[in-house]
């Protein structure tokens, strides 16, 4: 018989310490099967195993970690600030250098809160919505996800369209009746539930490019559509952009597409790998924010100087010249690989440095098309790569993610990897 691995033994024992062995759920391997891999050293596009096994990494850290692993600008940043106190619940000037980035770089934001996660921030701009337009209801999209606040877990995407869990247990049928739900790209669908509830909507919240049920674009005046209806109804737009903010242009999709919410999202890579949100945008909106305003809001941990200053270093990382065009020649080389390897089994999309891999002929426009996934194939195609050394999202409907630090030898590889896999493939599916 064969000796455990490392990471087998430690999720055996991860079993008995927490729910399926893991701190957050798609980590389980639930949906590609088998066991996860523990992890215990990044280094730039690279991540190393229990076992002393190297991957290519496409997680980094669920998109995070854009200037790729162990960043020596970030981690030096974290080491330099953490000796002087790593927090103090009171103001520090690192709060203030980070929001000087945000704002600069994200044209809907005028003022802005820091939290602790993208979950926070969501929840905490849906409170300041509903404050703002004395309504209780809100619009979201099939397959979004939004972090796990109770009205968030609605139809949501990631974890939830993972396990299959189209809503979750716990949420009271009261909260889940207050969010309404439309089909992604679907402006018709907005329009009828405005008729329907023409004073009653607080905002429309949405990822502009849906990046939680794979990887869906926006199709043409999408967003511009509907930030005019909700204006016309009185409501307002709530840019999700926890994971493309700073992602998929320096100013986030808003800067991409051109089109200005009222208020957004933020997470993942202004935390730099550690553990910050934020929510932002009209002035006039945000300072309805306690303590100016009567919409309460707090954190223990929120600011931090540690997590500020690791945020700060990412974005500098991403505001030296030509970042954003090796990222997107590089996601576009992965890209075009990846859809030649995989032809005629899978769609390939692409926003910037996002990668979405859909085992389903396209087109892929909202989550009932994403619906239609081959999930058996992505997980015969995800293990076939996690063995030639490259890791991928343990879900169909999560996102690749390429970093700063891949090299076109890191893409080469992968691609290289992912002709073998498709190999595997033969007889899973046609
Ligand atoms: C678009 C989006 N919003 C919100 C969240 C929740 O963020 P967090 O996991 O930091 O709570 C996520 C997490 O993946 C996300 O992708």
New binding site residues.
């Given amino acids: 018989m064969n000796r455990p691995s490392r990471s087998q033994a430690l999720f055996e024992q991860a079993q008995r310490f927490f729910p399926g062995g893991v701190n957050?759920p798609v980590r389980s391997f639930a949906a590609v099967g088998g066991t996860p891999r523990f992890l215990v050293r990044g280094q730039g596009a690279r991540v190393y195993d229990a076992d002393g096994r190297e991957y290519v990494d496409y997680v980094g850290s669920?998109?995070a970690l854009i200037a790729g692993h162990a960043h020596p600008a970030i981690v030096d940043a974290i080491e330099r600030t953490a000796r002087n106190g790593t927090s103090f619940g009171a103001p520090h000037p690192a709060e203030l250098a980070l929001a000087e980035r945000i704002l600069r770089a994200m044209p809907g934001i005028e003022m802005l809160r820091f939290v602790n996660?993208?979950?926070?921030?969501?929840m905490s701009a849906i409170r300041v919505a509903r404050a703002w337009t004395g309504r209780d209801l809100i619009l979201k999209f099939d397959g979004?996800?939004?972090?796990?606040a109770d009205g968030m877990l609605v139809r949501s995407?990631?974890g939830a369209l993972t396990l299959g869990i189209p809503s979750s247990g716990g949420v009271p049928r009261a909260t889940a009746a207050l969010t309404l739900v439309a089909p992604y790209n679907d402006v018709e669908a907005v329009h009828r539930l405005f008729a329907r509830h023409p004073d009653d909507i607080a905002c429309v919240v949405l990822?502009p490019v849906a990046?939680?049920m794979g990887l869906i674009l926006p199709q043409p005046d999408f967003l511009a559509s509907l930030v005019e209806v909700a204006r016309r109804h009185g409501a307002l737009v709530i840019f999700?952009?926890?994971?493309?903010g700073f992602r998929v242009a320096p100013g986030g999709a808003q800067g991409r597409y051109g089109v200005r919410p009222d208020l957004t999202?933020l997470?993942?890579i202004i935390g730099g790998g550690l553990?910050v949100?934020a929510f932002g945008g009209r002035a006039d909106v945000m300072q309805r924010v306690a303590p100016l305003g009567d919409v309460y809001q707090a954190g223990t941990l929120s600011g931090n100087p540690v997590a500020m200053a690791a945020g700060a270093a990412q974005l500098d990382v991403l505001a030296q010249p030509g970042v954003y065009e090796r990222l997107e020649e590089r996601s576009a080389l992965l890209a075009t690989g990846l859809g030649e390897a995989l032809a005629g089994r899978a769609t390939i999309a692409r926003c910037g440095s996002l990668i979405g891999i859909c085992f389903a002929d396209g087109p892929i426009e909202n989550a009932d098309d994403v619906r239609r996934t081959d999930a058996a194939a992505y997980a015969t195609f995800f293990h076939a790569l996690l063995d030639e050394g490259v890791a991928l999202a343990p879900s169909p409907y999560e996102v690749a993610f390429v970093s700063c630090a891949h090299s076109p030898d890191d893409v080469r590889f992968t691609v290289k990897a992912a002709a073998a896999a498709a190999a595997r493939l033969s007889g899973a599916r046609r």
Wanted: a negative charge; one cysteine or more.
């Fill in positions: 957050s669920w998109g996660s993208g979950t926070e921030a969501v979004c996800y939004h972090g796990h995407g990631s990822e990046a939680n999700d952009e926890v994971i493309t999202c997470g993942k553990p949100g």
